[in-house]
């Protein structure tokens, strides 16, 4: 497959786009990368490694959309840009699939935009795949539609739980509402909406999720507004930091007993901040725009890109677009 | 002062409350306690301790709410429930304040229906203290109003600063507004709009605080809407709990100079859970209503509900009840 790469996007390009593309080419050999940015600035990047230089291809772009601008004016004013640049690889069909650590605004909108929603598709919606206790969960809609209808929320659960089956294996997965409560009746208008449409689809749908059991990863998909969905993402990993500081500043304070236990500890606090590690994941996927949409962590380094990367080719494998247009595509 | 107390609240009542009360007549000689339930359960629990006999009045109520009714229905079939004859006991003006662990959907419609709101007071909301990582926060609302309007949201963050400048006596609180993202363009219609008349205010407003850096305490009240904040509060506690879950489960697998390691460490973990725990702070205050309202965790034992009736206490030495009134009071 042919997979575009924004260079530029995130706090470490091109530096650690070009290194996860590198290591990604080692791994796979059914895989050509297209990546965007300034020629000679990429070249000189590759120019430091060891590659096939028949599986790349550098698109010279030679402008950069930074996260402070307007996402649709900085797509329309900077037509050289090296995102706008990597989309239009898959609106021409030229590449099937997209990764960009860049602007989330300008990415969402660009894949919107340009590479174009799947019709029948109401709201395309970001979805990541967080860590949980006793498995990953995905939150569908992450932060891409702030403001939603209960028949978005439909929308969002259906095609969180294609991309959940078709890319974990996993038959049937549960799908739940975060609410404020778990009876059917609780919650605000748009979840009590919700929940009335949710229980009448053929899906696996456990009912509210409240807050308190999301991070226990005993529901994988998640379904809420992207306001809550942005504000549970976001919360979850200040929580965790915020926990493990509190932790730190503890030892700091201990008996030189407690600071030996915690280099004794060392070990399993290391496995958990694997555990927690965005880069071991890739990116969220956005759903419900024709071709494979991954936007990669604004701190991505080579190995987030590497998996990101993988994390393509399973979506490609898994055929998530054409189940979702199977499944979505029949309402206009 | 008197403080009402509904002796059959909570997961451990009535034996949790009266332990709280017991202890708290030790700490205050300046206070009279009257708790609601069955006279002679309650008298039973009473007779395990020794205490001032002349401080405590029992008022006999043969019924309970639990929390699986709905709030405003049972509080209308059941006036001799506990919770009902305690909140009479406000509105009476027999008792300052009310202290309840029980069904929270009752307690909160109770206070409104019963104990009434301060006239001005659009909706009352609910305000939890939580502790942070350099410091204590206030989340308002924090449940009490699922669909909200920017003005409701305003009138959160005048109240959740009179509370924290009155009862942590720190002058002009820092106020944020829980939204994702920092620029004030950022967000859904209800923040964007409560951005803009925030700004306005004569309060020391911080902008934007993204749900990452809830858990720092940083800023003193965090304002959004109840389902936001209800979300915040429980994903909150959950991943803390998740998280310190995850750790225990490493070390369970992990090597025995691991386990050695945890041993060591326990005094820190300790100190965490001290940090972490709910019983220290006593309750949240229900804000907006023309009493002392507070509502207890639903699993508090004797030291939770200790704690409680201080906090009642030092609500009540605040005045935070007159300075809503001189802030709010006028608009109708």
């Known amino acids: 497959m042919k997979i575009a790469i924004d260079g530029m996007g995130g706090d470490n390009a091109p530096m650690a786009v070009v290194e996860g593309v590198v290591e990604a080419l080692k791994e796979h050999n059914d895989m050509e990368i297209y990546i965007t940015g300034p020629k000679d600035k990429i070249e000189a990047e590759f120019n430091k490694h060891t590659y096939p230089k028949d599986k790349v291809t550098i698109v010279d772009a030679?402008?950069?959309?930074?996260?402070?601008?307007?996402?649709?004016m900085a797509l329309r004013r900077k037509?050289?840009?090296?995102?706008?640049?990597?989309?239009?690889?898959v609106k021409s069909g030229e590449c099937e699939g997209i990764?960009?650590?860049g602007s989330t605004g300008a990415f969402l909108a660009g894949c919107t935009l340009i590479v174009g929603r799947i019709k029948g598709?109401?709201?395309?919606?970001?979805?990541?795949?967080?860590?949980?206790r006793r498995g990953s969960f995905m939150i569908i809609d992450a932060g891409a539609n702030v403001d939603c209808k209960p028949g978005y929320l439909v929308q969002f659960a259906k095609m969180g739980k294609i991309y959940y089956e078709s890319v974990f294996k996993k038959n049937n997965p549960s799908v739940g509402l975060i609410n404020i409560g778990a009876e059917e009746e609780k919650g605000n208008e748009l979840t009590k909406a919700t929940y009335k449409l949710l229980k009448e689809e053929d899906m696996n749908f456990v009912g509210n999720v409240e807050p308190r059991d999301i991070p226990t990863g005993d529901v994988d998909v998640l379904v809420c507004d992207g306001f809550v969905g942005n504000t549970a993402l976001k919360l979850y990993e200040g929580a965790a930091m915020n926990l493990l500081g509190i932790i730190k500043d503890h030892i700091m304070e201990a008996s030189a007993l407690s600071k030996l236990g915690a280099a004794l500890l060392k070990p399993v606090f290391k496995k958990l901040m694997i555990k927690f590690d965005y880069k071991e994941v890739g990116g969220a996927p956005f759903l419900?725009?024709?071709?494979?949409?991954?936007k990669a962590h604004g701190s991505s380094d080579g190995k987030a890109f590497k998996n990101a990367i993988r994390q393509t080719k399973i979506f490609h494998e898994g055929k998530v677009i054409d189940k979702i247009k199977v499944e979505l595509g029949q309402n206009n």
């Open 288 to 294: 419900g725009v024709d071709g494979i949409c991954i």
């Open 99 to 101: 990764i960009s650590a």
């Open 62 to 72: 030679s402008e950069v959309i930074s996260t402070n601008e307007h996402p649709v």
């Open 79 to 89: 037509k050289d840009s090296s995102i706008v640049k990597a989309l239009n690889l």
């Open 121 to 132: 598709v109401e709201r395309p919606s970001l979805a990541p795949i967080m860590p949980g």
